[in-house]
Nanobody, 126 residues
Framework: QVQLVESGGGSVQPGGSLRLSCTASGLTLGDYAVAWLRQARGKEREAVSCVTSGGDSTNYAESVEGRFTMSRDDAANTVYLQMNSLEAEDTAVYHC???????????????????WGEGTLVIVSP
């Protein structure tokens, strides 16, 4: 079965950290760019980060720049999102998705064209 599965979400206090994982099965994740996107209740979907297939370039939204770090381990068919200094505004469902590249990442309505995971919930609350 071809799928992406996110994990690592949970509840954390402001200032805390979480690491999300996105593991692929049925496809070679290294062949694709991978993006993280988040959807908070009542808000537009936001593209958080995107890493190219070679891992040579990573893009971040301004809202997470300097706090979040995306990485990939192609041997493990997994990408990660290390989230530090979490804020209440980071509360959302986080999805990973594949794409051909990250060239459209900065577009307001960026939507990766490939496979999406079902998401993992992150709650940042005192």
């Amino acid at each position: 079965q071809v799928q992406l599965v996110e994990s690592g979400g949970g509840s954390v206090q402001p200032g805390g950290s979480l690491r999300l994982s996105c593991t692929a099965s049925g496809l070679t994740l290294g062949d694709y760019a991978v993006a993280w996107l988040r959807q908070a209740r009542g808000k537009e979907r936001e593209a958080v980060s995107c890493v190219t297939s070679g891992g040579d370039s990573t893009n971040y939204a301004e809202s997470v720049e300097g706090r979040f770090t995306m990485s990939r381990d192609d041997a493990a068919n997994t990408v990660y999102l290390q989230m530090n200094s979490l804020e209440a505004e980071d509360t959302a469902v986080y999805h990973c998705a594949t794409d051909l590249d990250c060239t459209e990442f900065s577009s307001r309505y960026y939507r990766p064209m490939g496979l999406w995971g079902e998401g993992t919930l992150v709650i940042v609350s005192p």
